[in-house]
């Protein structure tokens, strides 16, 4: 089966600028998580959708940062004005539900804000 | 709160011998723990995890964990280090019982490097 994808891999924006985030979960999955590393330090949580609903969105920085998953499938992370902070590595999972389960990761896509 | 630590930025080995990289816990409630691998340019993958039961897990690529409740911790061990396990590991904790349930705390993360 085809892997957590998300899109883009690279992303070189000026501060102020808006980016937008893709992440295609494994088919089926009903959770899926956004989470984000600024360089050199943990990987953080950002949020958890189960389907189309928010469960948990406590990580999200502050109000510049605007998810959505549309329909339960893939799901979106707007950055709306970017900041120089907001720079790092932004990683989605997505799982099946259930108490042990393991979570599966995309590549991440790299944000740079200059 | 939950939490986890690395204590070592990076750990170097010589290809052969055996590895070990640490990672300590702290949770309110029974924790469920994960090891997770970065290559470079590519995702986290998956190595191993700890429900409950055996203290000792066993994963892929030879890897394995030792659950020590104790001193709240769970190392990551190989005994024979290869120079494509050079990359950069996560240990992390859920709190099954806690706040954030759902959600993974991750360590800083560990680069190892293992040199022919």
């Known amino acids: 089966e085809a892997g957590v994808t998300q899109f883009p891999s690279h992303s070189v924006i000026e501060k102020g600028q808006t980016v937008t985030l893709r992440c295609d979960p494994i088919s089926g999955h009903d959770n899926l998580y956004w989470y984000r590393r600024v360089m050199g330090k943990e990987i953080k949580f950002l949020l958890h959708f189960v389907k189309e609903s928010k469960q948990d969105e406590s990580g999200m920085p502050n109000n510049r940062f605007l998810a959505e998953r549309t329909g339960g499938t893939y799901s979106t992370l707007k950055v709306q004005p970017a900041e120089l902070e907001d720079s790092g590595v932004y990683f989605c999972a997505s799982s099946h539900t259930g108490r042990y389960i393991e979570q599966f990761f995309g590549p991440g896509t790299r944000l740079t804000v200059l | 709160a939950q939490s986890v630590a690395q204590p070592e930025d990076q750990v170097n080995v010589a290809e052969g011998n055996p590895l070990t990289v640490k990672c300590t816990y702290s949770v309110s409630g029974n924790p469920y723990l994960f090891w997770y691998v970065q290559y470079p340019n590519r995702g986290l993958q998956f190595l191993l995890k700890y429900i409950t039961g055996d203290n000792l897990v066993k994963g892929s690529y030879g890897f394995e964990a030792e659950f020590n409740k104790s001193q709240t911790s769970f190392h990551l061990k190989k005994p024979s280090a290869l120079v494509s396990d050079s990359a950069l590991y996560f240990c992390?904790?859920?709190?099954?019982?806690?706040?954030?349930?759902?959600?993974?705390?991750f360590g800083t993360g560990t680069r190892l490097t293992v040199i022919p």
């Open positions: 992390a904790v859920r709190d099954i019982d806690g706040t954030g349930a759902n959600n993974l705390f």
